[in-house]
């Protein structure tokens, strides 16, 4: 079987480089409104998703993740736009959630022909002080916890092969 669809979820690659040019609105509006049709348990639709383009906040999400992961590398690898991935822990599927508005939105970035990677760390960066903060600035209530982050942006080199898938992972019972 073969169509569109599956054709993008095959050819879709984390991309590590991008360029620094601004992706369009309407680019940025086609993948948020995916991320929001993404399934929730439920259908509670509980993750909210954070948009970061300004440079001030750019450079201070991009200095709180590499906090956690004990680098001075940008953890976003220089992406123009950053969406912030978090979501109610009160939800018994918070987490399931938030991760797939982020599968969501990678797949419907590829198909627009921009460049994507899921990036890490964003619970441990929202439980700091100056995560908090941010949430509140936000408006964002506490309950909330981080689940991820999509950089977004125009590749700035050719889209790698996908690894052989590994054997074994389907299981007929
Ligand atoms: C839960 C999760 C966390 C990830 N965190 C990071 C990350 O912090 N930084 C990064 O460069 N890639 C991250 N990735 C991307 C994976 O490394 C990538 O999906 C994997 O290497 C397979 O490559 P592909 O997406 O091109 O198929 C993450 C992916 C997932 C699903």
New binding site residues.
Partial sequence: MNNEILKNIKT???I?KYKPRQITEDELRAVLEAGTYAPSGRGLQSPVLVVVQDEATMAQIVKMNAAVMGTDSN?YYGAPTVILVLAPTDRTTWLEDGSCALDTMMLAAHSIGLAS?????EREMFETEEGKALMKKWGIPENYAGI?ALALGYADCQL?Q?PQRKEGRIIWA
């Fill in positions: 879709r690659r984390s590590r953890p990677c899921w990036i890490h760390r991820g790698p996908p």
